[in-house]
């Protein structure tokens, strides 16, 4: 098959490679239809994530066709148009009967951290991803759910981690009705998490970024204020200005580590292995939120040491709450709003790319080049 091919830090490639097989009888072998690059994928790209091996394929948001299923798969048949969660989940460990998905502890070596991803590096339980003509799915009765007839392919794809990760950045910031939320960040998740802010009740949602088109897109998909932090000396004061010297009720970190690849970045992450990103969004959120506050962290960090201002969040007496997405326990609710048009995940698509042109889409989106929001990969089609 044709596939996308990690070759060191900002090289990918298109090559040949050995089409996956069932290896257990729960898997199943998916047909990607389409597929995308994550803001969390340039970290990889960058070389910011350890383990990262050479020859690795990305990609953990896909959507796809069932081609073949193992002995013990039961849920699903050959033909089954599928989305897939970005998490590779057991089902049966103490986190997923707790739906806790994302924290399976039997698909990932490194089980004190997160559980398997794929497409994620080694750390993540070195699963090859999507970003290629066909993919190997573990665990085929647990994670993947049939697209159903009335929805989008391009809404569903996004379904598998960007929109419910916007929208469970939400939930986690515990929005009551009339909060003021701030939203660090206007990449697919900060959009998502600020339109659904508006879904948990918040009266203000104000959304932060240095990127015009992308502050754009926020007032336009997610109907909020905005704010370009490099017109201000001290974002912070400027927002408690904003909001009676108090400070926002909630905040949303939806940034993390930031995606752009700086030299410091690379040297302290990719050369020195010392921390798994600059905290600076977090750390805004947390001066920026006020006392007795909720900050929701959702934003990608490494698994290292990250200078975090914790006892500021300590003596403001504020709530901090975490965790890698688990979308599948979203679905549900979310199928609901895309179908009665609360939600059109699509709508932040900005570029629909050939497989064979999947390096020039790193460059562009990892760039900010031609006013790039998601890019979406097509295996099987020529791109739009």
Known sequence: MRAMVYRGPYRVRVEEKERPSIEHPNDAIVRVTLSAICGSDLHLYHGMMPDTRVGMTFGHEFTGVVEEIGASVQNLQRGDRVLVPF???CGSCFFCVRELYSNCHNTNANASAVGGIYGYSHTAGGYDGAQGEYVRVP????????????????????????????????????IKEGDVVVVFGAGPVGLFAAESSWLMGAGRVIVVDHLDYRLEKAKDFAQAETINFTEHDDIVMHLKKMTDFLGADVCIDAVGCESDGSFFQVLTSSKMKLQGGSPVALNWAIDSVRKAGNVSAIGGYGPLFSAVKFGDAMNKGLTIRTNQCSVKRHWPRLFEHVRNGVLKPSEIVTHRIPLEEIAEGYHIFSSKLDNCIKPLIQPHAQAA
Do not use: N, Q, R
């Open 87 to 89: 998490h590779i989940s």
């Open 139 to 174: 665990f085929a009765d647990v994670g993947p759910s049939k697209i159903p007839e009335w929805m989008d392919e391009e809404d569903a794809v996004l379904l598998t981690d960007a929109c419910p990760t916007g929208y469970f950045a939400a939930e986690l910031g515990d």
